[in-house]
């Protein structure tokens, strides 16, 4: 029995020490859980020195790009804008004044530099407190290139009636309900 057991011991010590040894010369020094992780880290954590050139390269110039290289679609002339939907409420922002200016001058514009332009009035709505207005192209009829107009849809975005319930209580666990229904007037 007894020696059953020293054989066995024999054994097993003898597969873990070829277990070790095999990961050491698989893994390399740094085997073993965790190993490639500090390798990697110590790899980058050391200097890097760049390789330089005998001559170095020349800068190439930066090429001067026009509105119809950045085109993704057509580029349009744009002398008019024509307000639908709000034009209240468009007059009062100067919606139209603003996009004139913005797009009139310069020559022709890509349809990412009109919506780049659009962009501009939206935020200026947000800065004033519409936060549900909207300016966007027609969806038909964007441009006309016979009178070279660009039609323009402005929405005040307005709520309708709101009312404010809690179930089961009156008022909210943070605000009440005049709070809440005085943040929508």
């Given at each position: 029995?007894?020696?059953?057991?020293?054989?066995?011991?024999?054994?097993?010590?003898?597969?873990?020490?070829?277990?070790?040894?095999?990961?050491?010369?698989?893994?390399?020094?740094?085997?073993g859980v965790?190993?490639?992780?500090?390798?990697?880290?110590?790899?980058?954590?050391?200097?890097?020195?760049?390789?330089?050139?005998?001559?170095?390269?020349?800068?190439?110039?930066?090429?001067?790009?026009?509105?119809?290289?950045?085109?993704?679609?057509?580029?349009?002339?744009?002398?008019?804008?024509?307000?639908?939907?709000?034009?209240?409420?468009?007059?009062?922002?100067?919606?139209k004044q603003?996009?004139?200016?913005?797009?009139?001058?310069?020559?022709?514009?890509?349809?990412?530099?009109?919506?780049?332009?659009?962009?501009?009035?939206?935020?200026?709505?947000?800065?004033?407190?519409?936060?549900?207005?909207?300016?966007?192209?027609?969806?038909?009829?964007?441009?006309?290139?016979?009178?070279?107009?660009?039609?323009?849809?402005?929405?005040?975005?307005?709520?309708?009636?709101?009312?404010?319930?809690?179930?089961?209580?009156?008022?909210?666990?943070?605000?009440?309900r005049d709070?809440?229904?005085?943040?929508?007037?």
């Amino acid at each position: 029995m007894q020696t059953a057991i020293r054989f066995s011991a024999l054994v097993m010590s003898l597969g873990a020490w070829t277990a070790v040894n095999a990961q050491q010369q698989v893994l390399g020094p740094m085997g073993g859980v965790g190993g490639e992780a500090r390798r990697i880290e110590q790899q980058a954590s050391s200097p890097v020195t760049p390789k330089r050139d005998a001559v170095p390269d020349q800068p190439v110039p930066p090429k001067i790009k026009d509105a119809a290289d950045t085109a993704v679609g057509p580029v349009w002339d744009v002398q008019n804008v024509k307000v639908t939907g709000d034009v209240t409420f468009a007059e009062r922002q100067n919606v139209k004044q603003d996009l004139e200016g913005l797009l009139t001058d310069g020559g022709p514009k890509s349809q990412q530099q009109i919506q780049e332009a659009l962009r501009q009035i939206f935020g200026k709505m947000i800065d004033r407190g519409f936060y549900l207005a909207r300016v966007s192209l027609m969806p038909k009829n964007t441009y006309d290139p016979a009178t070279k107009t660009l039609n323009v849809l402005v929405e005040e975005g307005l709520f309708g009636d709101v009312k404010v319930q809690f179930e089961g209580r009156e008022d909210g666990r943070w605000f009440s309900r005049d709070q809440i229904a005085g943040k929508f007037k």
